[in-house]
């Protein structure tokens, strides 16, 4: 089974649908990280947790909300999809250590 | 200017080759870097880490760091085409950015037979 479970893994929904990416780690990591990515652009982060009661913007936090409902557990909401959300998006988690282990990514397509 | 800047590729070379990655970073707080490796449509996987200046040796893997001119390279020995993937630089600084990786925008790398 995979450290990092992102569901769904594809998704395609219409513009001004609310839509949630979910995370979950097996990992027993504290740090939790969203990350974008778009085909030039590399990963952008969207938000990080460092604990169940601490949460940050990233860098292109604008439209999307987060929640860490537990260690293990840390999800991403888009309020209103609009198209230009359409990317590929990444969870990832971090120990004591540096490496960090990605999910395998959620598709997502907003028509 | 992109806070982390990547050569833009792509980067196309011959078997057995060594190929070359580059990579300039604009904050000086950065105290970590990374390479990373990305087939199509997986998720990244990390190659290697480097803090200090100078030359870090992993197999065919070679990452290369000098902070005063803020650059950072990949060389990879006898390139293979399994090696073909998008490569991603990424710098973390200390303190309260600890963990956050800024990641560069990928350069391409074709290594053909």
């Known amino acids: 089974d995979a450290d990092v479970t992102q569901t769904p893994r594809n998704r395609i929904t219409k513009t001004g649908k609310r839509i949630m990416l979910e995370c979950s780690q097996t990992?027993?990591?504290?740090?939790m990280y969203w990350y974008r990515q778009d085909p030039g652009l590399g990963l952008r982060l969207i938000y990080y947790?460092?604990?169940?009661?601490?949460?940050n913007k990233g860098e292109i936090s604008d439209g999307y909300s987060v929640s860490r409902q537990a260690q293990a557990k840390f999800s991403l909401s888009l309020e209103s999809a609009i198209p230009n959300q359409t990317a590929l998006y990444f969870c990832?988690?971090?120990?004591?250590?540096?490496?960090?282990?990605f999910g395998e990514g959620s598709w997502l397509t907003v028509v | 200017q992109k806070e982390v800047e990547q050569n833009s590729g792509p980067l196309s070379v011959p078997e057995g080759a060594i190929a070359s990655l580059n990579c300039t970073y604009s904050?000086?707080?950065?105290?970590?870097f990374f390479w990373y490796r990305q087939y199509s449509g997986k998720s990244p996987e990390l190659i290697m880490f480097i803090y200090s200046n100078g030359d870090k040796e992993d197999g065919r893997f070679t990452a290369q760091l000098n902070k005063a001119s803020q650059y950072v390279s990949l060389l990879i020995r006898d390139s293979q085409p399994s090696d073909s993937a998008t490569y991603l630089c990424a710098t973390s600084a200390g303190g309260t950015s600890y963990g956050k990786l800024t990641f560069g925008q990928g350069t391409i790398l074709t290594v053909h037979p």
């Open positions: 990832a988690t971090r120990g004591a250590g540096n490496t960090i282990y």
């Open positions: 947790s460092f604990d169940v009661k601490d949460i």
């Open positions: 990992k027993g990591h504290d740090r």
């Open positions: 904050d000086r707080g950065s105290q970590s």
